[in-house]
Structure formats: structure tokens, C-alpha cells
């Protein structure tokens, strides 16, 4: 699956979700959403790391993880950013610049 396809697949799992829970979705829902979802992975991180009450579960901290990449997906498309030229232009020049 390419970043293209997960993105679209994240977009119409939104879609559904928030028809069915009657939510109205922006560029601003969409940032809150993605630091919640961080909150999560991080106190996911704090019970692998012995460092908060609970069981810790490495499964739950890949969904935690899942539910980060994909509010950060959806964000991207409600600011209009192209996360792959982004990464291209941000990220992946360096390995242009280290394969020279």
C-alpha cells in the first residue's frame, strides 16, 4: 500500500466515522485529534516503560502509534499538504545529498 492509498483509506474511514457520530470535521478538529491521539501513544509509552500504572501492551502502542499517523494523514489533507512532497523536500533530500 502506498502513503497515497493509506491516506485515501484513512480519509473514508473519517468520512463514515464522523457521519455516523454527527461530527464536524476542520483543519483545527483535526489538529486537537492528532495531539490526543499523541497523549495516548505517550501514556502507551510510559506503561512499556514501567513508568505509569497498568499493564503495558505493545500492541496497543502500534495502535496507538496507527491512530497518530492516521489523524496526522487526515490533518494533512485539511490544511492541504501534500505529506509526500513534504517528506521529499523536508526529509528525503538528505539522502539525494548523501548519495552524491
Given at each position: 500500500m502506498?502513503?497515497?492509498?493509506?491516506s485515501?483509506?484513512?480519509?473514508?474511514?473519517?468520512d463514515?466515522?464522523?457521519?455516523e457520530?454527527?461530527?464536524?470535521?476542520d483543519?483545527?478538529?483535526a489538529?486537537?485529534?492528532m495531539?490526543?491521539?499523541?497523549g495516548?501513544l505517550?501514556a502507551e509509552h510510559l506503561?512499556m516503560?514501567g513508568?505509569a500504572?497498568?499493564?503495558a501492551d505493545?500492541?496497543?502502542?502500534g495502535?496507538?502509534?496507527?491512530d497518530?499517523l492516521?489523524m496526522?494523514?487526515?490533518y494533512?489533507?485539511?490544511?492541504?499538504?501534500?505529506i509526500e512532497d513534504a517528506?521529499?523536500?523536508?526529509?528525503l533530500?538528505?539522502?539525494?545529498?548523501?548519495a552524491?
Amino acid at each position: 500500500m502506498t502513503l497515497d492509498e493509506l491516506s485515501a483509506s484513512v480519509l473514508r474511514i473519517s468520512d463514515i466515522y464522523a457521519r455516523e457520530h454527527g461530527i464536524e470535521r476542520d483543519r483545527d478538529w483535526a489538529l486537537l485529534k492528532m495531539q490526543e491521539e499523541l497523549g495516548e501513544l505517550t501514556a502507551e509509552h510510559l506503561r512499556m516503560s514501567g513508568r505509569a500504572r497498568g499493564a503495558a501492551d505493545h500492541d496497543k502502542l502500534g495502535d496507538e502509534a496507527a491512530d497518530v499517523l492516521g489523524m496526522l494523514l487526515i490533518y494533512c489533507d485539511k490544511a492541504g499538504i501534500n505529506i509526500e512532497d513534504a517528506m521529499r523536500r523536508k526529509w528525503l533530500k538528505w539522502l539525494e545529498q548523501d548519495a552524491a
